[in-house]
């Protein structure tokens, strides 16, 4: 296992994977495949459904259609969040078309058919033109299992689902002190993309790209001393020191651009650091202890180590948190309704908001590898802004610089993946968390046959 790879506390990992390993590229674009992995995954595994301010009141819903089901979750008047499937029981109209917003009940638009909030049903127009009162016949919205942790919202569309802690493991444990509960969503972004969800998953689950396709992390990150995790269920982490410089590519005299702007955002001189640019991610740690409770920013809570770096763990099956002490995405991609070559890619923005006794004038204080730049907190939520890929390659929408670049190049990837010229795909060590993920996925799939 090469260095930048290493594996920390084995007893959470599976064995390291030190051969070269191959994944057929039907695997990738075969509607058996994709039939197989909804019923053995996106039909039986906890999946993320999005972030508990998306729901602060009575009312509050989302819409989120994985495979070839649509599912609603939505704040009741007792303040609890429930979820169901979003089909009326009269002739399986989908209720809600959009995919978030706030309501008084769920009305179909077909016949009217009216449920409440904790999916009751409440009114059928021409009732007495039923044989039997359907208010009475096991008529309300099919319920989802539901739970929360950390802020985030997670569905479970199995009849009796494992509890979401179980799932979870260990993972549950370390990410704790991001209590990313306290976030606040700030931008919230849908592309289509024309290549299956997998190919979005093993994209986000290495770094052996990255020195080509995102030059621009060389000036912020050291992805050449990353440290990998490996977890039971096939879930992954990287943790990768930021406010450094990835020094493969040689060490500048002076603190990069991107150096400087964290420097700067924390009060410190970029010049005080010309000639000792290695100095930088220390200085950011120990600035960060120092100034959190000025600045209501909990930094008390997090190692030093945490206060400069960029963490990304990917939960089973596709959700891929990025985040720092001050922000996170949350990336989702989820697979098409009955097309495996194309997915929907979520990009969900959530930014940590210095608390309300903190000197004024200070925004959040945005981590290493944020680049969404400084949000002002929203009154109200965000609007989701869906777009196709092409919007993102002629300039017109933008995921940031780094995904922007990731987006350009997937839909090429699944065309290769159908050409007669490839046969396998074929990866290296470095790409261990890419066969982590496909050695869980591969297992599901032999358990549900």
């Known amino acids: 296992m090469s260095e930048s790879n290493r594996l920390l506390e084995p007893q959470q990992a599976a064995p390291p994977y030190r051969k070269p390993f191959a994944l057929p590229p039907h695997w990738y674009h075969d509607v058996s495949v994709y039939e197989a992995e909804a019923i053995a995954v996106y039909r039986n595994n906890w999946l993320c459904a999005g972030h508990q301010s998306e729901l602060n009141n009575i009312g509050d819903f989302v819409r989120l259609d994985f495979c070839d089901e649509s599912i609603l979750v939505v704040r009741g008047r007792d303040n609890v969040l429930r979820a169901f499937y979003n089909v009326c029981q009269h002739r399986g109209n989908l209720l809600m078309e959009s995919g978030h917003g706030s309501v008084t009940h769920f009305r179909c638009p077909y016949h009217a058919w009216t449920y409440d909030l904790d999916g009751t049903l409440k009114g059928v127009p021409l009732v007495d033109k039923f044989s039997e009162d359907p208010r009475c016949a096991n008529r309300d919205l099919k319920p989802v299992a539901l739970d929360v942790w950390n802020g985030f919202v997670f569905v479970h569309l199995g009849a009796q689902p494992d509890p979401l802690l179980d799932f979870l493991g260990p993972i549950a444990s370390i990410l704790a002190p991001y209590d990313f509960g306290g976030m606040t969503l700030v931008e919230d972004q849908t592309v289509h993309l024309d ?255």
């Open 195 to 449: 290549c299956n969800w997998k190919a979005v998953v093993d994209n986000f689950s290495e770094l052996y790209h990255v020195d080509y396709l995102h030059p621009q992390h060389k000036r912020m990150v050291d992805c050449h001393n990353d440290l990998v995790r490996l977890f039971e269920g096939g879930h992954t982490g990287v943790e990768v020191p930021g406010g450094t410089v990835n020094q493969k590519f040689g060490v500048p005299e002076v603190p990069t651009d991107i150096q400087a702007q964290q420097l700067t955002s924390l009060d410190l001189d970029p010049k005080d650091f010309n000639g000792r640019v290695l100095d930088v991610r220390e200085a950011i740690q120990a600035r960060k202890r120092q100034i959190g409770p000025e600045r209501g920013m909990p930094y008390e809570r997090f190692t030093m180590d945490q206060l400069s770096d960029v963490w990304q763990y990917n939960l089973f099956p596709n959700t891929i948190l990025s985040f720092t002490p001050e922000h996170c995405w949350i990336l989702r991609p989820r697979p098409h309704a009955t097309d495996p070559n194309q997915c929907e890619f979520d990009k969900i923005s959530l930014v940590r908001f210095p608390q309300a006794s903190a000197s004024a004038g200070h925004k959040a204080v945005l981590g290493p590898a944020s680049r969404d730049g400084a949000f002002s907190e929203p009154s109200n939520r965000p609007v989701r802004d869906v777009f196709g890929y092409l919007a993102v390659i002629q300039g017109e929408k933008t995921m940031t610089d780094t995904i922007d670049q990731d987006v350009a190049l997937l839909g090429q990837v699944q065309q290769g993946m159908q050409s007669r010229g490839f046969n396998t795909v074929y990866l290296n060590e470095d790409d261990v968390r890419i066969q982590h993920f496909h050695a869980e996925l591969d297992r599901r799939l032999l358990a549900s046959s």
